[in-house]
Each structure stands twice: as C-alpha cells, then as structure tokens.
T-cell receptor, first 117, second 113 residues
Framework: GAVVSQHPSWVICKSGTSVKIECRSLDFQATTMFWYRQFPKQSLMLMAT?????????EQGVEKDKFLINHASLTLSTLTVTSAHPEDSSFYICSAGAREAGTDTQYFGPGTRLTVL | GENVEQHPSTLSVQEGDSAVIKCTYSDSASNYFPWYKQELGKRPQLIIDIRSNVGEKKDQRIAVTLNKTAKHFSLHITETQPEDSAVYFC????????????FGAGTQVVVTP
C-alpha cells in the first residue's frame, strides 16, 4: 500500500516550452501532496505544498507563475514547468501524505528527470 | 523556520561495522523526524521515523534516537552490509507528516566489503 507514481519518469524539452508532470497516489487518497526538486548530490528542496481543491502554497523564492500546480482530485497533482529554461533542468519529486492509508508519513514518487535544451 | 543540519556528509564503513549519522534541528515545535534512504536516481524510501514523545525506536539493524532537549536525533545502522550503501536524509516536521519536511543535506554512506 501507499504507492505514489509519477509520469513521465524523464523528459527532454526545448527551451521555452512547457512540461507537465503528474503525481498520483495509486492506492490511497492524498489531501496534501508536496513537490520537491533535487539537484545532483544535493538534498530535496521543497517547492510547494499542493492542497486538493485549493491553491498551492509556494516556498519563498519559488515562482508560482513558472511552476503551476493543480491538485484537482484526491489522487492527482500536476506540476507544470512553464517556459522552461536550461536552469530548470533538475530531478522533480512529489510526495503524498498517506494518513488516509492508515500510516502517518509521506511517500515519495519515483521522480521525473527534466532536461531542458 | 526550521533548519536541519546533518553530519557527516560522507561516511565510509567496513562491512559489519556500525554507522551513525547525526542531525540537529532548530525549531522546538518539530515533533516528527523521519529518515529516508535514497539510492542513485531513485525515490527516497522511508526507513524509520520517530516522534517527539519517544526517545528511541529500533527496527532490526536500524535504530533512531532523539534528544528533545538538545534538539538532535541520530540514525544508527548496525552490522552494515554493502546494500546499505546509499544517501541517507534526515528530516524534521511540525504536525507529524502533514507539516512541511525540512531535509538535512544528506549523508553518502559507502559500505566496503
């Protein structure tokens, strides 16, 4: 139980295009999901907290107009990187609170490696 | 806000020896402390967690201790095996898992046969 999936697992795009990443809780409902980015050999940096049915809460320094988050259902949150640039290349990971699944912790998706050319 | 420091950044141990990773946190309101293991290119996997009302928790070869007064917690791995090689992250959170996680910088553990 408490499985989180992400799609796609990797994506390469041209500078200026937009990329959508999906995060799904497969066997439980997640009221709250979190989006992180991780640079090579570095820690996970929280970008935003995604709340089902309401606006996402962004961390300081994260551009909300560039990283659009939508949490339209209890099992799906999406992150759209708009007008991507090479500096947006990173490993993006989502996590979901699994309290509804009967456990008190967050479970992580497998991550999406974004490369912007 | 919360600030979590993690040491050491790298740790090399001989197979069979113990490994200890230490973290300190700044916010006394933090009450949930998970540890994650991340292999290269893969997702972080929860290996153990502890809440502020408990001082120690053990799961087979892995244990975590928490000192609320000093605001530090540690991960202990005994009888290390090559498959323990990975990056380990500590984290601290308010409101259990529903609060934001502040992660430590990570510790690269290498277990040599």
């Amino acid at each position: 139980g408490a499985v989180v999936s992400q799609h796609p697992s990797w994506v390469i795009c041209k500078s200026g295009t937009s990329v959508k990443i999906e995060c799904r809780s497969l066997d439980f409902q997640a009221t709250t999901m979190f989006w992180y980015r991780q640079f090579p050999k570095q820690s996970l940096m929280l970008m935003a907290t995604s709340n089902e049915g309401s606006k996402a809460t962004y961390e300081q320094g994260v551009e909300k107009d560039k990283f659009l988050i939508n949490h339209a259902s209890l099992t799906l949150s999406t992150l759209t990187v708009t007008s991507a640039h090479p500096e947006d290349s990173s490993f993006y990971i989502c996590s979901a609170g699994a309290r509804e699944a009967g456990t008190d912790t967050q479970y992580f998706g497998p991550g999406t490696r974004l490369t912007v050319l | 806000g919360e600030n979590v420091e993690q040491h050491p950044s790298t740790l090399s141990v001989q197979e069979g020896d113990s490994a200890v990773i230490k973290c300190t946190y700044s916010d006394s309101a933090s009450n949930y402390f998970p540890w994650y293991k991340q292999e290269l290119g893969k997702r972080p996997q929860l290996i153990i967690d502890i809440r502020s009302n408990v001082g120690e928790k053990k799961d087979q070869r892995i244990a975590v201790t928490l000192n609320k007064t000093a605001k530090h917690f540690s991960l202990h791995i005994t009888e290390t095996q090559p498959e323990d090689s990975a990056v380990y992250f500590c984290a601290a959170s308010e409101n259990d898992s529903w609060g934001k996680f502040q992660f430590g910088a990570g510790t690269q553990v290498v277990v040599t046969p």
